[in-house]
């Protein structure tokens, strides 16, 4: 880069965080905006599987591989998978040394990497009221605070709902037609030894083939992540009378919904020592591509938001912060950065995304789809890790 671009980065989740931190370690400024108060002032989710061939190429650039490493569980590679009788379909459990794609929380993530990014990168409680094209590359940001700023690059790393996405494309997100209801359970081999005992040390996915599912998911500090999913209309609560805020009344829907589930299963539908809370799938059209525009680009689910289904979204979204942070820091000029991006994320990102849909549809679908064959699936993240490099 031949001369300093002021950049700001909308987004501070593993996307946001991650392309900053390389920049810094190139020796380029930014400034990251996030509408969170604080790094840890909401619920962050689950655990997520960061790919050798992906997330953890990102982390290698940000030098943060060890760091990593410290807060990885590789035993949460293991999988089962069963019907709705409890009957096991299949199961994976890592080899020894096996590190394709450990686990991480994501809170933890998140906290990583905000500690490796210098003091006062991110300014917490800045939400992105616009942006506007002052044409010339240049953008101005405004904030529900009050603050505003104009700059020379601006990326959208502000997720599913993106206020950056309108400066680049029409696309929004559409309802993918499943519904996850999440639940908790803490202290889980101490209060819930029999949902401790089903999810092991990684996770457990169970359908009856018909539009309900059950997945669970081991975390740090003792707790399990649980995600009821339905293949439902969107307003499914309203449609069947049910107060998301009562969860007595969320517990009898589920209950009858799943009635004839194996005794086992169920108390990951009564137990949970939280609220349930809905979350609708959404997605965006795949593969999505735009026209280029100098001065503004987008990473993460800003660009790409997926379904969870093969765990891409992540770990593309550290990727895409990793590869624009290098392309920033070896282009002559902005525009040039971008294209090198965009030529190469727009269509890696397309083609996974359309996977990840095709996954979640086939896994809600009438009948039992085929299990992933996840030994495959971990030498593909191992070789692809070493093509990446070459």
């Known amino acids: 880069m031949t001369t300093t671009p002021r950049i700001a980065i909308i987004g501070a989740g593993p996307a946001g965080l991650l392309c900053a931190r390389v920049l810094q370690l190139r020796g380029i400024e930014v400034t990251v905006y996030d509408a969170d108060t604080a790094v840890d002032s909401r619920d962050p989710g689950g655990t997520l599987d960061l790919h050798a061939d992906s997330g953890q190429i990102a982390l290698e650039d940000a030098g943060l591989l060890a760091a990593f490493s410290e807060l990885a569980r590789p035993e949460g590679q293991a999988k089962s998978r069963l019907d709705q009788h409890g009957t096991v379909l299949s199961s994976f459990v890592p080899e020894e040394g096996d590190l394709a794609a450990p686990e991480i929380d994501r809170g933890q993530l998140r906290i990583m990497l905000d500690q490796h990014v210098r003091p006062a990168t991110v300014r917490w409680g800045h939400k992105l009221l616009s942006a506007t094209s002052l044409g010339g590359g240049q953008h101005r940001v405004e904030f529900a605070n009050g603050h505003s700023a104009t700059v020379d690059l601006l990326i959208g790393a502000d997720g599913a709902w993106s206020r950056v996405r309108p400066l680049l494309s029409e696309a929004v997100p559409q309802y993918s037609g499943v519904s996850f209801l999440d639940v908790r359970f803490d202290e889980v081999d101490r209060r819930h030894p029999g949902i401790a005992a089903l999810v092991g040390d990684g996770h457990v ?5 018909d539009g309900r599912a059950i997945i669970a998911q081991r975390n740090s ?20 009378g049910v107060d998301l805020a009562d969860t007595a009344s969320v517990r009898r829907y589920l209950l009858a919904e799943y009635a004839g589930w194996a005794p086992e299963l169920l108390p990951l539908i009564t137990d949970s020592d939280g609220e349930y809370v809905n979350r609708p799938i959404h997605t965006l059209p795949a593969p999505l591509t735009w026209r280029h525009r100098p001065g503004v680009t987008l990473i993460g689910d800003a660009a790409h938001l997926m379904s969870p289904f093969g765990g891409f979204g992540a770990n593309l979204a550290m990727l895409d912060g990793a590869e624009l942070a290098r392309a920033i820091a070896e282009e002559p000029s902005t525009d040039a950065a971008i294209t090198r991006y965009e030529s190469v994320m727009l269509p890696r990102s397309g083609e996974l995304a359309v996977q990840a849909n095709q996954a979640i549809a086939r896994f809600f679908a009438p009948g039992q789809a085929p299990a992933p064959d996840h030994e495959a699936e971990h030498r593909r993240y191992q070789e692809g890790a070493a093509a990446y490099r070459r």
């Open 205 to 209: 996915f169970a359908n009856d083939g």
């Open 221 to 240: 500090e003792g707790r399990v992540r649980g995600y009821l999913g339905l293949r439902t209309e969107l307003d499914w609560a309203a449609s069947a």
